[in-house]
């Protein structure tokens, strides 16, 4: 189901020569259509795949051999230049909102916590799809530590870079946020995360698309409401493109 889903929109890209994300959003037609073809496959998972299934593992020979760094290659602010050359010392992971204890938390604090390592295929909606091996905590210690109020519905992830004024954010339900394979990743393929894929923090949400997948992570914010954020749809592009708030694959 997968494929032919990822296939539709291959061929819908290739077809029209979608290039980044900057392309669907001149494209509003294009856009349009992909999005319902989204919602008619996402309809169709959503009666047959449990929330809580894994995605696909695979094996470390079957890396892809390049992985495309696809929407923001870097955040590039003067702050961030310099967390970057502090080799991300002083970076901070904020947990606010409905929480019990906010956390700011340092990146070598996460990297001594219990880790997960996973080989996943990343799907954009754009097309294309590489695999690559994750490491990285998983999110739900995190709100574990943070202690989720009874009244939480989803988590907001803020990000770095700039899309003109205006920093990347997503969201995620508390299902996504607690299944196993969701972690804030630190490692692909073994070293350090690099810049262009979303260093130093990036999530791993690994049954959506890949415009979930947020790089540049340092907030969390816990909340009962999507509307406080952005335009009210849940993430950037969603707020932007249209795309779906639900990009479960
Ligand atoms: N902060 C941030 N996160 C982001 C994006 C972005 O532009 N900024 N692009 C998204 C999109 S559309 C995709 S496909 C993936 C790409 O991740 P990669 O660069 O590691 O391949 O990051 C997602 N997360
Ligand atoms: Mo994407």
Redesign the pocket.
């Known amino acids: 189901m997968t494929l032919s889903r990822r296939r539709m929109i291959a061929g819908l890209g290739a077809g029209l020569t979608l290039g980044?994300?900057q392309k669907i959003l001149e494209t509003g037609p294009v856009d349009a259509l992909a999005t319902s073809l989204d919602g008619f496959t996402m309809e169709a998972q959503r009666l047959v795949v449990p929330r809580t299934a894994l995605a696909r593992e695979y094996t470390l020979a079957e890396l892809s051999p390049v992985?495309?760094?696809?929407?923001?290659?870097t955040?590039d602010t003067p702050a961030y230049r310099r967390h970057l050359a502090e080799n991300f010392a002083n970076w901070r992971l904020t947990v606010t909102g409905l929480v019990n204890n906010p956390l700011s938390l340092p990146v070598s604090m996460l990297q001594q916590m219990p880790s997960r390592t996973q080989v996943t295929r990343?799907?954009?909606?754009?097309g294309?799809s590489?695999i690559?091996q994750w490491t990285g905590t998983p999110l739900k210690l995190i709100l574990a530590m943070a202690g989720v109020a009874s009244v939480a519905r989803y988590i907001v992830?803020e990000?770095?870079?700039l899309?003109g004024d205006t920093?990347?954010?997503?969201s995620i339900d508390l299902i996504e946020a607690y299944h196993p394979q969701t972690i804030l990743a630190w490692q692909?393929n073994g070293e350090p995360l690099p810049e262009?894929?979303?260093a130093p923090l990036?999530?791993r949400v690994e049954r959506q698309?890949?415009?979930?997948?947020?790089?540049?992570?340092h907030g969390i914010v816990v909340t009962d409401d999507l509307g406080r954020f952005g335009a009210g749809k849940g993430g950037?592009?969603e707020d932007r493109a249209g795309y779906q708030w639900w990009a479960g694959i």
Request: aromatic residues 22%; charged residues 25%.
């Open positions: 980044g994300c992985f495309r760094a696809n929407g923001s290659r955040a990343h799907d954009c909606v754009e294309w590489a690559g992830f990000c770095a870079d899309f920093p990347y954010y997503e692909m262009r894929h979303g990036r999530l698309l890949g415009y979930k997948h947020a790089k540049f992570v950037f592009w």
